[in-house]
Every structure is written in structure tokens, then in C-alpha cells.
């Protein structure tokens, strides 16, 4: 489990988030903003484009400590949140050499007539090819058996949390508070606490 302690002096931890619209995206960029500021750090959040609208493309950028932009440098991202793998793929520059990628195994075919869609299987192969730590996990599967598949976004913090430096910068107990406070907040917490663990499937 990791300590939980400040970010440094003159130091950052930039996130990417990445989805479609429908996915939780903005609240997931809202609960790790409001669970910086509970523990006293500097965040800054940003919708760099698209629209929340179910089926759009939207990405959010948190940074967080002692940052004065709230846009994340190309290939300075520590870590990116995919909610879906097409837009891990398409956003992937942002990450630096060593981050951390923890995403969903779930492609969402764009709603355009005639596109070819790749498989999950070939999205994975690309970004294994690249310099990051890949973390895949079914949170969308665990998410539907929990009985509502928005809850995919608090499962895959969870697993940010346990498995990246994310868990040294803010506590499991901040966002839990954060948790408590959004709409049905036990199945969110549940969801949570499950990404944390690793429960939820087999394998």
C-alpha cells in the first residue's frame, strides 16, 4: 500500500483522462480535484475538447502540486485514466516515457456509418508496444455485474490509486469522502473499493 504523503516543492503529478461521452469522465476529473483540495494540494482541471454529449469524444487533464498551466505537456503525462481504448490510443502522446496507462478492456464503435473499428485485442497490442505501464482491467464487466456500468470510472481510480504514485498524492479516505457525497454513494464506493482491491472478476 502506498504512503500517502505530499507532493514536493516544485514538483507535479499530471493526469490525463480519456473517454466518451456518457462515461463519467467529468466526474471522475471532479472527485480526484476535490479529493487534492481535501488534502491541502494545488489541482487545476481542464476539458481540452470535445463535448460530454453520450458518444463524444472527451478528455480532461488534472494537474496537480505546483503547476500554473492547467494543460498537460505532450509526453508529460504520469498517468492517464482510458474509460474506453480508442481514446487511450488517440491521446497516448501525452504520456512520458514510464507512465502509467490504467484503462478499461472496452472499445465503444464510433457512431459513424462505414468506419472499420480495431479490436480490443489490437488497441492493446499497439499501446504494449509503447514505453508505458500498461494496467488493463474489465471495470466496465465489474461495473455492469454491480448493476450500472457508469460506475466503471470510481472503479478504475480505485485501481489508480493501488497500483500508481496517484496513491501517494491523494488517500483512499479523500476520495471516499468525495464519493459520499455524489448521487447512489454506495454503489460508487463499492465500485471503488473493488478497482482498489482487484476484486470484481476472475483472472
Known amino acids: 500500500m502506498w504512503e500517502v504523503a505530499s507532493i514536493a516543492s516544485r514538483e507535479s503529478f499530471n493526469i490525463v483522462i480519456a473517454g466518451v461521452g456518457g462515461q463519467g469522465v467529468l466526474t471522475l476529473s471532479r472527485i480526484i480535484g476535490e479529493a487534492s483540495l481535501a488534502g491541502g494540494l494545488n489541482v487545476l482541471v481542464a476539458e481540452t475538447h470535445g463535448l460530454s454529449q453520450r458518444g463524444g469524444s472527451v478528455v480532461v487533464h488534472v494537474r496537480i502540486g505546483d503547476v500554473d498551466s492547467p494543460l498537460v505537456p505532450l509526453g508529460e503525462a504520469d498517468l492517464m485514466i482510458g474509460l474506453e481504448l480508442l481514446e487511450v490510443l488517440r491521446n497516448v502522446s501525452y504520456m512520458r516515457r514510464g507512465g502509467f496507462i490504467v484503462a478499461d478492456k472496452l472499445v465503444i464503435p464510433p457512431s459513424i456509418p462505414g468506419v472499420t473499428v480495431p479490436s480490443v485485442d489490437s488497441v492493446i497490442e499497439a499501446l504494449r508496444g509503447l514505453d508505458v505501464e500498461l494496467i488493463l482491467t474489465p471495470a466496465s464487466e465489474v461495473a455492469e455485474k454491480l448493476g450500472d ?42 465500485a471503488f473499493e473493488l478497482g482498489y482491491t482487484g476484486g470484481g472478476f476472475e483472472g
Open 149 to 190: 456500468v457508469r460506475v466503471a470510472n470510481v472503479y478504475l481510480l480505485g485501481r489508480a490509486l493501488s497500483k500508481t504514485r496517484l496513491g501517494a498524492i491523494i488517500s483512499f479516505d479523500s476520495v471516499a469522502r468525495v464519493l459520499r457525497g455524489l448521487p447512489n454513494p454506495e454503489l460508487n464506493l463499492k
